[in-house]
């Protein structure tokens, strides 16, 4: 296992510039006719990432990542060592100007600590990015981040980049391509595969710890085709849709926290360490 930043080359300078192209995509107060196309041009590495991205998650893809990862057979970490872990990802060679991965973390559960929120959700947005630990286990950036979204159905047009969607092979399966797929009209996401990602994975380590909302908010996190597009209700259950006032009221948090300042991780390490002890055992399956 390598803990090597050179580990999440291309085409994405660093993982994080997925991030901050979704931020920018929905910065706050932007109305709709600010939206505009994306392409080759303004953001080529963009781009190509997710051309990278919508030609490789195919629905054989996504079962055998689900084998792989969902019986959290990698080994345990203490909540804080994956942190860490995931800190390595890092640049080191501009610390000053970027965040790390645990400054984003922390922004993102102080916004909502302010906020007066539980003390649950604080939790979730504390982890909510700690998937991207695939990263380290040497998974391309096309199966860590990204816009999620269900595989072995149609791909919405509400998806960023959907043309990339013509070089996936699952577009010449018949069966895939019906608006409902393999899956029966509302039969609830947790019948859905959806998309690779660091999403599906913190979900699966947290998921015995945390309140069911905080489930919705860390599996769905990047599922912008749904939560700010409103696409794929009709694969959604009644309490899917219920659930995503949660995954709604988070949203803002994970996307717009980052222009605070940086918070003083030492100072709040403490606090942390509580809560994570209130809610998690010692040490975390992978
Ligand atoms: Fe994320
Ligand atoms: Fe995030």
């Not at 085409?11 to 192209?21: E, R, T, V």
């Not at 919405?156 to 391509?177: G, L, R």
């Not at 009209?185 to 015995?208: A, F």
Request: net charge negative; hydrophobic share 35%.
């Amino acid at each position: 296992m390598s803990a090597d930043p050179q580990i999440q080359n291309g085409p994405l300078d660093q993982l994080d510039q997925w991030d901050d192209f979704v931020a920018s995509r929905y910065r706050e107060g932007k109305d709709q006719s600010e939206f505009r196309v994306y392409d080759e041009q303004a953001t080529p590495g963009v781009a190509e990432f997710y051309r990278l991205n919508h030609t490789h998650q195919t629905l054989d893809f996504v079962l055998a990542k689900e084998k792989e990862y969902c019986g959290l057979t990698r080994g345990k970490r203490t909540p804080w060592d994956a942190l860490e872990y995931l800190n390595t990802l890092v640049d080191d060679s501009d610390p000053d100007t970027d965040l790390s991965q645990i400054e984003h973390l922390m922004q993102t559960s102080e916004a909502i600590r302010a906020d007066g929120h539980p003390r649950w959700m604080v939790l979730a947005g504390f982890v909510h990015d700690l998937g991207k630990v695939l990263c380290l286990y040497g998974e391309p950036q096309w199966a860590v981040v990204g816009d999620t979204f269900p595989v072995g159905c149609a791909f919405s047009d509400q998806i960023v980049f959907h043309k990339y969607f013509a070089h996936n092979p699952d577009t010449k399966s018949p069966e895939y391509q019906t608006l409902h797929g393999i899956y029966e009209p509302n039969c609830g996401l947790e019948k859905v595969h959806m998309s690779w990602g660091h999403d599906e994975y913190i979900y699966h380590v947290t998921r015995d710890y945390l309140p069911e909302p905080a489930h919705y908010m860390l599996r769905y996190h990047s599922f912008y085709p749904a939560h700010r597009h409103g696409a794929y209700r009709h694969l959604m259950s009644a309490h899917d849709e219920k659930m995503f006032d949660w995954v709604n009221t988070f949203n803002p948090y994970d996307l717009y926290s980052k222009g605070a300042a940086k918070p003083d991780v030492k100072a709040l390490r403490p606090y942390y360490e509580d809560l994570m002890a209130e809610f998690f055992p010692a040490e975390l399956a992978w």
